[in-house]
T-cell receptor, first 111, second 122 residues
Framework: GENVEQHPSTLSVQEGDSAVIKCTYS??????FPWYKQELGKRPQLIID?????GEKKDQRIAVTLNKTAKHFSLHITETQPEDSAVYFC??????????FGAGTTVTVRA | GAVVSQHPSWVICKSGTSVKIECRSL??????MFWYRQFPKQSLMLMAT?????????EQGVEKDKFLINHASLTLSTLTVTSAHPEDSSFYIC??????????????????FGPGTRLTVL
């Protein structure tokens, strides 16, 4: 089955700086890579996703890059704000079906 | 659109009792729903895949007789934790898979998560 590794487990950044979270996956058949933001006690919220036919996708301050050859993808948050503080999960799946999640990254944005 | 609800949002029960959790897709039909379990400060672990009208598919290590799943309609899946024990205390989250059709005739799927159910077994 798919194995997704996520780093770092915790990340503290100064407000306004950038945050980068990296994930690797094992199954070369995976073709869908979403990123979720989860606040304490709440449901995961999809913030951005990328499919294997593109290498980069951007949505305002959030961007995701994908390297299928190396089997890794990354989340980039620019100009971080205190409300960006949360746990972020990467995931991978084949054909938008079962999601395999990374272990999560706790992001703290210091004001 | 694409809202998923769960009920109850939290439940406390005695050891040995059974607890049923409902997952509903409110404004779309979901042929497939997924059940996850999340322990504190950990990731979401897929427990089972629930397909409407057929038996659920359980992940390795998940006891099907303990975690009963019923997907009786296109908008409702239920998870029953039978003979619950303190180690079953966790945050249970469902997701529903929605199909989106685009103008160029292509399509894609996206999962929408429920708000979760906090189960505490005393």
């Amino acid at each position: 089955g798919e194995n997704v590794e996520q780093h770092p487990s915790t990340l503290s950044v100064q407000e306004g700086d950038s945050a980068v979270i990296k994930c690797t996956y094992s199954d070369s058949a995976s073709n869908y890579f979403p990123w979720y933001k989860q606040e304490l006690g709440k449901r995961p919220q999809l913030i951005i996703d990328i499919r294997s036919n593109v290498g980069e996708k951007k949505d305002q301050r959030i961007a995701v890059t994908l390297n299928k050859t190396a089997k890794h993808f990354s989340l980039h948050i620019t100009e971080t704000q205190p409300e960006d503080s949360a746990v972020y999960f990467c995931a991978a799946s084949e054909s938008d079906y079962k999601l395999s999640f990374g272990a999560g990254t706790t992001v703290t944005v210091r004001a | 659109g694409a809202v998923v609800s769960q009920h109850p949002s939290w439940v406390i029960c005695k050891s040995g009792t059974s607890v049923k959790i409902e997952c509903r897709s409110l404004d779309f039909q979901a042929t497939t729903m997924f059940w996850y379990r999340q322990f504190p400060k950990q990731s979401l672990m897929l427990m089972a895949t629930s397909n409407e009208g057929s038996k659920a598919t359980y992940e390795q290590g998940v006891e099907k007789d303990k975690f009963l799943i019923n997907h009786a309609s296109l908008t409702l899946s239920t998870l029953t934790v039978t003979s619950a024990h303190p180690e079953d205390s966790s945050f249970y989250i469902c997701s529903a898979r929605a199909l989106f059709l685009l103008l160029d005739s292509s399509s894609y799927n996206e999962q929408f998560f429920g708000p979760g159910t906090r189960l505490t077994v005393l």
